[in-house]
């Protein structure tokens, strides 16, 4: 079984629209988690944490729900420019090591 | 200040042969990984460094891979007898370290382009 899973999309949504993305991990005893965003043949870049209260950072929420294994990414009023692929990130219990998902797509029409 | 990078970009290279791709990442950053992403794929852990403590070689997904890390900063990723299954993008990260782990954000350089043909 993969340490991340997400379901690889794509999700196909218009300007303005709200969509969310989950992501499921493995091992219980991963600590710390985040959100990651490639841009087509780029590097990944830091997008947010993810913190067990939850999070915003302007019209990016992100969760946390250790009981069902589980993180989610809610993205508002979506820009053409948030067309990318979403990577769910876990860092294990050495904190040392990260594990990446697959990663989610978004493409975002006019 | 300048970021994490790989050279080369692009390496185009024969079936058999050894290639050497190389990290130089941020400075003062003690924390760097490798990994490799192929086509529409996610990434795939390949090695870690922290400081002179031993790496964690754990993702090297056979003998013909290797890496170093001299000096606690440049390092190096090396492919032997390279096979086409080696073709994909090699990303190389670095992450401050505090307080006895590594810091929340990886920062990646550009990436090495492989293609075995």
């Known amino acids: 079984r993969k340490e991340v899973e997400q379901d690889p999309g794509p999700f196909n949504v218009p300007e303005g629209a709200t969509v969310a993305f989950n992501c499921t991990y493995s091992n219980s005893a991963s600590q710390s988690f985040f959100w990651y965003r490639q841009d087509c043949r780029k590097e990944p870049k830091l997008l947010m944490s993810?913190?067990?209260s939850g999070n915003e950072d302007g019209r990016f929420t992100a969760q946390l729900n250790r009981a069902s294994q589980y993180i989610s990414l809610l993205i508002r009023d979506s820009k053409l420019s948030d067309s990318a692929t979403y990577l769910c990130v876990v860092n294990k219990d050495n904190f040392n090591k990260f594990y990446f998902g697959s990663g989610t797509k978004l493409n975002v029409k006019p | 200040g300048a970021g994490v990078s790989q050279s080369p970009s692009n390496k185009v290279t024969e079936k058999g042969k050894d290639v050497e791709l190389r990290c130089d990442p941020i400075s003062g950053h003690t924390a760097l990984y490798w990994y490799r992403q192929s086509l529409g794929q996610g990434l795939e852990f390949l090695i870690y460094f922290q400081g002179n403590s031993a790496p964690d070689k754990s993702g090297l997904p056979s003998d013909r891979f290797s890496a170093e890390r001299t000096g606690g900063s440049v390092s190096t990723l090396t492919i032997q007898r390279t096979q086409q299954e080696d073709s994909a993008v090699y990303l190389c990260?670095?992450?401050?370290?505090?307080?006895?782990?590594?810091?929340?954000?990886?920062?990646f350089g550009p990436g090495t382009r492989l293609t075995v043909t």
């Open positions: 990260a670095s992450s401050y370290w505090t307080s006895g782990r590594a810091g929340p954000e990886q920062y």
């Open positions: 993810v913190y067990s």
